[in-house]
């Protein structure tokens, strides 16, 4: 049975009507007899023609129990009949959060149907329990556009709010692709934090290093030495609840690794996220086992738009170090034991003990290196 807003307000006018004598929900034999040659209000209530009080009773419950309404009648043929209960259909609820969707950002449930059905809370003023919203609940936060839909606040009976519906990011076959979600990301990632970041989601299986989706470094320098702050990273490619309760067990795996650890979700801020309570759930979460949040925003294209730094955390000690000359092996660096800065093996880039020999400066460690392979050459004879 197709139904709209207006047809459904139409039929609770239509009680009003027939209704008349005290509003009290119950038809009376006398309150048809009154009404029973209006045409329309029939159409409305019925369907069709009514041929008496006994018939129009049976006509009424088969046609308005559809739309679920539920009818006590009474015994005896010309006993009246008392409403008891409304259970709107979900549809109901996908109509209304449609008509309202472009204009009304959160609010109550109860309201909005005052504004969108004025003559069922008319009908049902002295009696609101009659009516279940159960199934126009339902309905209403099925209603999706553009990505975004209603949630009801936890807590807070039928206050809903707008958010965006769950995000999940897909590669050219379908699927769920992380890896080339963290592809995508990489550059803007190493902006949103001003550090280096290396994607290590191609050689899983490997050492530590290998465990994170990336892993980062920043150095650090002061006036006597460098130092290597170091970032993991765990990315997933869904906001999805069970996503983000893995990425969070992950990356606080990964803390005695690095000086900061940080989960990278897609549409995972409170505006962007699909249900503004577990947000500020994670959030506190995230805050009390020191992880930091990093989303991804898109787009209606499922473009990627921004991406930026949620929830920042302090910095913590790295009792695993063994990372420190991981990375800088993979980076060709090394820490040097004369200067006290990172440098690069290729060119001594960074080095701040050069000496100018020849118009050309040189590295003082190269300097001594090469040094002391020429006396031990000469020592074992190689030079002479």
Known sequence: MKISLKDIDDIFLALIELDSDKQDYHLSMKEYVACSDKEQLMYTLIGKKS???????????????????????????????????VY????????????IFDTVSEGELTEALS???????????????????????????????????????????????????????????????????????????????????????????????????????KILSDINFDNLEIYTFELKASNTIDSITKAISQAINYKAFSNYAYIVIPMFDYELFHDKDR???????????????????????????????????????????????????????????????IVSRKDRGNCSWLLNINNDSKCMKDLIDNSVSKITLNTLGFLQ
């Not at 008496?52 to 006590?72: A, H, I, P, T």
């Not at 709107?88 to 008509?99: D, F, N, R, V, W």
């Not at 975004?148 to 769920?176: I, L, M």
Request: glycine share 8%; aromatic share 12%; net charge neutral.
């Open 279 to 341: 947000f500020e759930t994670f959030k506190q979460l995230c805050h009390e086992n020191e992880i930091g949040i990093i989303t991804i925003e898109f787009n209606e294209s499922s473009q990627i738009k921004e991406v930026y730094e949620v929830t920042s955390i302090a910095k913590r000690e790295l009792h695993e170090k063994a990372i420190i000359f991981e990375i800088l092996e993979n980076e060709d660096l090394e820490a040097c034991p004369l200067c006290k800065r």
């Open 88 to 99: 709107l259909p979900s549809a109901i609820g996908t109509l209304l959060a449609k008509k």
């Open 51 to 85: 041929e008496s009080w006994q018939s129009f009773k049976s006509d009424l419950v088969s046609y308005l129990s559809r739309l679920g309404f539920e009818w006590k009648p009474s015994q005896g043929q010309g006993g009246p009949m008392r409403l008891t209960k």
């Open 115 to 217: 504004t969108i059905l004025p003559n069922m809370v008319k009908y049902l003023k002295n009696d609101p329990s009659i009516l279940n919203l159960s199934g126009v609940r339902d309905g209403f936060k099925d209603f999706v556009s553009n990505n975004s839909t209603y949630k009801f606040k936890r807590g807070k009976g039928n206050y809903f709010y707008k958010t965006k519906n769950e995000f999940a990011y897909y590669g050219p076959d379908g699927k769920q692709d992380e890896l080339g979600l963290g592809n995508l990301i990489l550059e803007k990632l190493e902006k949103c934090l001003s550090i280096e970041i290396r994607h290590s989601q191609f050689e899983r299986g490997g050492g530590k290093l290998q465990n994170y989706d990336f892993v980062g470094y």
